[in-house]
């Protein structure tokens, strides 16, 4: 059973423990306990900048650590309804300065309660789950922020400590990573410092998130590290299925389920259907995917934790002990981006498991487009395929020919680590981990802009409107512009045309009785209306129609579209793959 091999604990630690054991019995002989327990309150923080003082005594209250205030029923967005504001003059002035600003409706925000109880949109069975309260491992909450906006912050704050049992809480570290807004400085030390449990540390210089979080968790006391993004909203419940995971698999790492709160309105879009896990598609871009039946097989009930591929980033718990067994993060990362994939990888390849909670849920506020630069997540993303991808790294250049120009600094530990941990391979990830992933083929000369030979520098293009909903519109052509993305197509020894820069896959196909291609979902084996053979003269004729496909002028426009036509020998027949696009 595979399954239950990636179950296993990872074989270091394992040895580890054993060695402990053996440690802590000659130790007990020798009666040197005494000892031991004081060596352990310093070893625990070896090598973390301030362990700080020794842990309080659990107080095993199961409690909530402060209790929520009441919210009039009818206060705006009390229960997590769309709230929209109907304002005018300077009142819609500042709403729009404070999206543009946070890229989120802050005015809004400001006016819904920082206490506020989302309802309950989970798997009732959910309700029925026991934990074992007395025997959980507690966790320190770590939250990086970047001049996040006061009332999202606060909120996150807040409902941390309104739905986590006190006496699963460690402690909430809020990570400032150099943050320019006033409000984040005095007020915010002054706020937090009346807050139970609630440590705030600085940044001296913008780390980006990876060694802001890290700057958290070297301060952390608690067993497991939890993190999240400075605009959430915990739900009830929301703690107990992570640490009850961690306690009974110290090297599963567990995200709760993320529910979407509207930029603009600030509604709970939370649904208790099945949640979704994560994947990735070729550009490396995180992708959503439905849980596949190989997956639910696995699952006893629905309430059971689901295995996923990848993690999003942002939200998870994980054993202390294991994020440092496993490298924690790549330090080399700046600003955002990639790591979430990087450690996807990592956890996998080198023994882990990435799981999903269905009973675990936390609300994060999607900003309506990103608000501070992120220009270095493509080197971040170099690094991740660098170190973990082996020779799949290539289909990655094909699909975004800049990130092999990228500079991304020196990978040579991340690499070492890899070796030193023995992790399994990439080949062994997309196979056993995540089997519905397509693997392009990219045979050389059969990959990367589909180009016109009479039509100068005009290539194949297709630019879905949804990113998540790519299929049903037209193929066009447009100017070569050598950038993979939207000119990136694969031809397959299935004979498709495959769109793979994007999950789920697109493949180029003609309707019954239409001249004009269309992107259809591809299909595990190519129907009959997605076949065309590219011929060495290079022409490109579909077999059911028996027509070739020619760049045409589209009617009453400047612009050009492939359609399928009669088969002559003209240039505007002929066809070509060109790959290198810088
Ligand atoms: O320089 C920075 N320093 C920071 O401390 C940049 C960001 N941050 C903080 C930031 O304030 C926030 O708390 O880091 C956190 C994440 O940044 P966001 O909220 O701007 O990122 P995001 O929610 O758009 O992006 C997702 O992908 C990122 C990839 O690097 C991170 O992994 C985020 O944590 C992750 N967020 C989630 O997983 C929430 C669900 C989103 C989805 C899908
Ligand atoms: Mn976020």
């Known amino acids: 059973w595979g399954r239950t091999a990636r179950r296993r604990c990872p074989r270091g630690l394992r040895r580890g423990r054993e060695a402990l054991l053996v440690l802590l019995a000659l130790l007990a002989l020798a009666g040197l306990g005494s000892v031991l327990r004081a060596q352990r309150g310093a070893g625990a923080g070896a090598g973390a900048a301030d362990p700080g003082p020794p842990r309080t005594p659990r107080p095993g209250r199961r409690e909530p650590v402060l209790p929520r205030p009441p919210v009039p029923a009818n206060a705006l967005g009390a229960r997590g309804e769309a709230v929209r504001l109907q304002l005018q003059g300077e009142e819609l002035r500042l709403q729009e300065e404070s999206v543009r600003l946070h890229q989120i409706n802050i005015y809004l925000s400001d006016r819904i309660s920082l206490h506020r109880r989302l309802p309950e949109r989970w798997n009732p069975l959910c309700k029925e789950k026991k934990y074992d309260y007395d025997n959980l491992p507690r966790t320190s909450v770590i939250i990086a922020f970047y001049n996040e906006a006061w009332s999202t912050l606060l909120r996150t704050v807040y409902s941390v400590l309104e739905t986590s049992p006190d006496i699963l809480l460690e402690e909430v570290i809020l990570v400032d990573d150099y943050s320019d807004r006033e409000h984040l400085k005095e007020r915010l030390a002054n706020e937090l410092s009346g807050l139970p449990k609630v440590r705030l540390i600085r940044a001296n210089k913008r780390e980006g998130l990876v060694r802001a979080r890290l700057l958290g968790a070297s301060a952390a006391r608690g067993d497991v590290l939890t993190f999240l993004d400075c605009h959430c909203e915990c739900h009830e419940g929301w703690l107990e299925p992570l640490l009850q995971r961690i306690h009974e698999e110290e090297s599963a790492v567990v995200c709760p389920v993320i529910d979407v709160i509207d930029w603009n309105t600030f509604e709970y879009l939370g649904n208790s259907g099945e949640p979704q896990i994560g994947g990735f598609d070729w550009r490396l871009v995180f992708t959503w995917h439905t849980v596949p039946e190989r997956e639910r097989i696995w699952m006893r009930f629905p309430v059971d934790v689901i295995g996923s591929p990848t993690m999003a980033g942002g939200l998870f718990a994980v054993s202390k002990k294991y994020f440092e067994y496993l490298g924690s993060y790549d330090t080399g990362m700046e600003v955002w981006g990639g790591e979430n994939l990087e450690f996807s990888f990592r956890i996998w390849q080198c023994g882990g498991v990435l799981e999903t909670h269905p009973c675990s849920h936390v609300g994060h506020v999607f900003p309506k487009q990103a608000p501070y630069s992120r220009n270095k997540a493509l080197a971040n993303s170099v690094r991740a395929a660098e170190v973990w991808m082996d020779e799949f790294k290539e289909l990655y250049y094909h699909r975004n020919p800049r990130a092999r120009l990228e500079p991304f600094g020196d990978v040579t530990e991340r690499k070492q680590l ?64 050598g950038m993979g993305q939207n000119q990136f197509f694969e031809y397959t020894s299935q004979k498709e045309i495959r769109y793979n820069t994007h999950q789920p896959e697109g493949c180029i196909a003609v309707e019954a009785g239409m001249d004009t291609l269309i992107m259809h979902l591809c299909e595990e084996t190519a129907p009959e209306n997605q076949k065309f053979i590219l011929q060495e003269d290079g022409s490109l004729f579909h077999e059911q129609s028996k027509k070739c496909v020619q760049a045409a002028r589209k009617e009453s426009s400047d612009s050009f579209i492939p359609l399928l036509r009669d088969c002559t020998n003209s240039n505007n027949q002929k066809w070509f793959f060109k790959e290198r696009m810088l």
């Open 418 to 481: 890899r070796a030193k941990l023995q992790c399994k391979d990439f080949k062994w990830f997309l196979e056993t981990v995540y089997p519905e992933l397509h693997v392009p083929e990219d045979r050389p000369g059969f990959f990367g802009m589909l180009q016109n030979k009479g039509l100068t520098d005009y290539c194949f293009d297709y630019n879905p409107p949804d990113e998540n909903q790519i299929v049903g519109h037209q193929v066009i052509l447009y100017l070569c512009h």
